[in-house]
């Protein structure tokens, strides 16, 4: 497994403290309910919608949270959460099949996503959210020249016009990225474990 991978994996940590007293729920809905709503909007629900289901499912997590038990062997915390979101939007075409014909046609296709889809599409939205939460959080730590040597390295640019761009040895530009890349993979570690 690399060590993204490995990175990624969800720890019960924050589960039991939400399990146990009500006052980490704020922390617990701060790091989920972005999340919640990319997985909703994933499946091809439009913003506003989108809005209200995160509130539902947050909502069926807060109802159901002390009847969840950990196993990580039998599912993971993510699969037991796109279950519900999935089940929420499932609810919420159905309802809207009987009250508005027109955007229920619109939704049809997103009632044949399979629980299996649901959780790849939770698993990339995971990754991308915590990335993107270690990529905000590290970014005004370097100079604007370690940033722009990670960003263009992750481009694609070839190290040899990053040196000439910015004006540095392509030793540099390998550094400058390293130091970048390090970071932001300690960082997600850091998030997913306190996170999780």
Same mark, same amino acid.
């Not at 540095?168 to 990225?177: D, G, M, N």
């Given at each position: ?91 919420? #075409?159905?309802? /809207?099949?009987?009250? =508005? &014909?027109?955007? $229920? ?8 996503? %399979? ?32 940033m722009s040597?990670f960003e ?22 390998? #550094?400058?990225? /390293?130091?970048?890349? =390090? &970071?932001?993979? $300690? ?8 996170? %999780?």
């Open positions: 497994m690399a060590v993204m991978d490995k990175a990624f994996n969800t720890k019960d940590t924050l589960l039991f403290r939400v399990q146990k007293n009500s006052e980490s729920w704020d922390e617990f809905t701060s790091v989920y309910k972005r999340y919640i709503y990319l997985i909703i909007r994933a499946m091809k629900i439009n913003h506003h919608d989108a809005e209200d289901l995160t509130q539902n499912v947050l909502l069926k997590v807060w109802k159901n949270i002390n009847d969840y038990t950990y196993n990580p062997d039998h599912a993971r915390f993510r699969t037991w959460l796109s279950r519900i979101c999935r089940n929420q939007v499932i609810d919420f #075409v159905r309802k /809207k099949k009987t009250h =508005d &014909n027109k955007l $229920a046609h619109s939704y049809a296709e997103t009632v044949k996503i %399979s629980q299996p889809q649901v959780e790849a599409l939770a698993e990339d939205e995971w990754k991308a959210h915590v990335s993107t939460a270690a990529w905000e959080n590290i970014k005004s730590n370097f100079k604007t020249e370690a040597c263009m390295i992750n481009d694609g640019r070839e190290v040899q016009a990053i040196a000439k761009e910015l004006n540095l040895s392509e030793s540099s530009v390998y #550094v400058y990225s /390293k130091r970048v890349r =390090d &970071n932001l993979i $300690a960082e997600v570690r850091r998030l997913n474990n306190s996170w %999780s």
